[in-house]
């Protein structure tokens, strides 16, 4: 009876140790398999908080659209999107509510570049990478910001015209400047200015401040016409809120001609939209910068993936025809921005041309 009872606590000893040895390896492969997905950096989890700046504009409404199906199509898990309507305060209020739902990580597009500090503060103090598309935030941590050269834009647009007016060796243009208190308006307002200062002192600028918005610009365009009915040239800084009230202007004043008929006036603009690329084909306006809808969100959403899985950003050219700059309050991803004209208006690589009609 020994014998047996001897055995019998044998067998348990044996099957207790079994199991043991059982839950340590899982444990091991529960751990390693962890750790692997950290070390991974597309395998970030957690749900992102996503705020559109604006819904007044046809380039915004376009980066949403690519949002909601980049969100759609991809693995990231996005809360419910929200839009702050120019409105740092709103913006502010959105990435609370963010915060209070979990997000690892947050994508936004700060209109205003210097008041958006507290909001990224308030982000980095709870460790919550932020992804900045289209602005740069002046202050305030970011994990990368995912825009064009905007100074590029400006230089870009400075000498289309120069060259458009070249022949004259004079001339004048009206420039609609984005609101100065965003980093874009300001880079593509200081770039358009130093350019046409250094390379085409004979063309006049009048700069028109515009905080984006288009009815403030057709009303100084037409001021500006009325004291000017010489003018040469246009550069609109967006034309997702400039180009139909500019139109719609030009056409009342019968001043729309076409591209090489005495009276044309130059123009150039920013943003790339469908409507920009019909107005080239038509001859209404003579070309635009095409600012990549399409890439600002599948990036914005690439770098938050790898935001909230831990991995580090280093400055240098990436595999997606971009390059990464240090800024002083984090990275920047500068993707490419392609001038449009007649020449290339139908290129299929360009991202207007690529939406369902």
Not at 35 to 51: A, F, H, L, Q, Y
Request: overall charge neutral; aromatic content about 6%; charged content about 25%.
């Amino acid at each position: 009876m020994r014998l047996r009872t001897t055995t019998r606590l044998t067998a348990r000893t044996r099957m207790r140790t079994t199991s043991t040895v059982a839950c340590a390896v899982l444990l091991a492969a529960t751990a390693l398999a962890g750790c692997n997905r950290e070390s991974d950096p597309g395998s970030g989890g957690g749900k992102v908080g996503i705020d559109m700046p604006r819904n007044d504009s046809d380039f915004w409404n376009s980066y949403q659209d690519y949002v909601k199906k980049g969100v759609k199509d991809g693995d990231l898990d996005s809360l419910p999107l929200t839009n702050s309507l120019n409105d740092i305060g709103k913006l502010a209020a959105n990435v609370q509510t963010f915060t209070d739902q979990g997000a690892k990580a947050v994508i936004m597009a700060p209109q205003d570049t210097g008041a958006v500090k507290e909001t990224l503060n308030l982000l980095e103090e709870k460790d919550i990478p932020a992804v900045s598309v289209d602005t740069r935030p002046d202050a305030g941590k970011v994990y990368m910001v995912v825009r064009a050269d905007n100074r590029a834009y400006g230089e870009k647009a400075c000498k289309f015209l120069g060259e458009q007016l070249k022949g004259k060796g004079k001339g004048k243009v009206a420039e609609f400047q984005g609101d100065l208190s965003s980093i874009n308006g300001r880079d593509r307002s200081e770039a358009f200015k130093q350019c046409m200062t250094e390379n085409y002192p004979g063309i006049k600028v009048f700069e028109l401040a515009t905080d984006w918005k288009g009815e403030v610009a057709s009303a100084k365009l037409q001021s500006t016409l009325a004291a000017h009915p010489d003018l040469n040239g246009i550069y609109m800084q967006a034309g997702g809120v400039f180009l139909e009230p500019t139109l719609a202007l030009l056409e009342r004043k019968k001043l729309l001609k076409p591209p090489g008929t005495k009276g044309h006036i130059s123009i150039i603009s920013n943003d790339g939209i469908p409507q920009e690329l019909d107005a080239i084909r038509a001859g209404k306006i003579d070309a635009t910068v095409s600012q990549p809808a399409d890439l600002y969100a599948k990036y914005a959403l690439y770098w938050a993936k790898k935001a909230m899985a831990g991995e580090k950003v280093k400055a240098g050219p990436t595999d997606h025809d971009s390059t990464i700059i240090k800024i002083p309050n984090g990275y920047e991803d500068q993707l490419p921005a392609p001038l449009v004209t007649k020449d290339n208006v139908d290129d299929p690589k360009l991202w207007a041309n690529q939406l369902e009609k």
